[in-house]
């Protein structure tokens, strides 16, 4: 089944402890993505990657980092949570080769506590 | 001014009639724009996508893209229950071409 999985899918942690929150896909994706969704304002995007080795900032990169060693693999770090990067967090990913159709497939959100 | 704008509701519509959700964006370069419902505790899912300035159909939802205007919509009609959900507007191309932006998102009630 194609899908996009991530883990923890819920987690509360305490502040400055660092926490990784992985995301794969098993479709062969090229462009895989991190958002934070919160109340009223929406979905934001954190970082984005188009290719192995190819990550760039989205809207709200600060405090967090990400990687892309894999295709089907992009981990997002928190090297030192703190109490409003509390959110749910959704990791997408999509063919990203026709970016004017490009249809993101998202995972099914992991809720970060941070106290 | 927030890239990509809608009303962020709730928009109560009697079970049968037309839905209509509207967004407005501020990046003339954007290029496609996209429809994905969400409904609560889930993730959102896409509806569809356009690209072109007019109409485009898909069984019950059409989006409409005025690029003059900078605007984009989606109708629903015939409204079921199970269309009661968040719509989130999202926008592609612009600044960054790659950068994906998400409206806040409509929240839509069908009534009974």
């Known amino acids: 089944e194609a899908q996009v999985t991530q883990n923890p899918r819920y987690l509360i942690t305490v502040t400055g402890k660092k926490l990784t929150v992985t995301c794969s896909q098993n479709m062969n994706h090229e462009y895989m993505s991190w958002y934070r969704q919160d109340p009223g304002l929406g979905l934001r995007q954190i970082y984005y990657?188009?290719?192995?080795?190819?990550?760039d900032k989205g809207d709200v990169p600060e405090g967090y980092k990400v990687s892309r060693k894999e295709k089907r693999n992009f981990p997002l770090i928190l090297e030192s949570p703190s109490p409003n990067q509390t959110s749910l967090y959704f990791c997408?990913?999509?063919?990203?080769?026709?970016?004017?159709?490009?249809?993101?497939?998202f995972g099914p959100g992991t809720r970060l506590t941070v106290l | 001014q927030k890239e990509v704008e809608q009303n962020s509701g709730p928009l109560s519509v009697p079970e049968g009639a037309i839905a209509s959700l509207n967004c407005t964006y501020s990046d003339r370069g954007s290029q496609s724009f996209f429809w994905y419902r969400q409904y609560s505790g889930k993730s959102p899912e896409l509806i569809m996508f356009?690209?072109?300035?007019g109409d485009k159909e898909d069984g019950r939802f059409t989006a409409q893209l005025n690029k003059a205007s900078q605007y984009v919509s989606l109708l629903i009609r015939d409204s079921q229950p199970s269309d009661s959900a968040t719509y989130l507007c999202a926008s592609q191309g612009g600044s960054s071409a790659s950068k994906i932006i998400f409206g806040s998102g409509t929240r839509l009630s069908i009534r009974p």
């Open positions: 997408a990913s999509s063919l990203g080769r026709t970016r004017r159709t490009d249809t993101q497939y």
């Open positions: 990657s188009m290719n192995v080795e190819v990550t």
């Open positions: 356009i690209y072109s300035n």
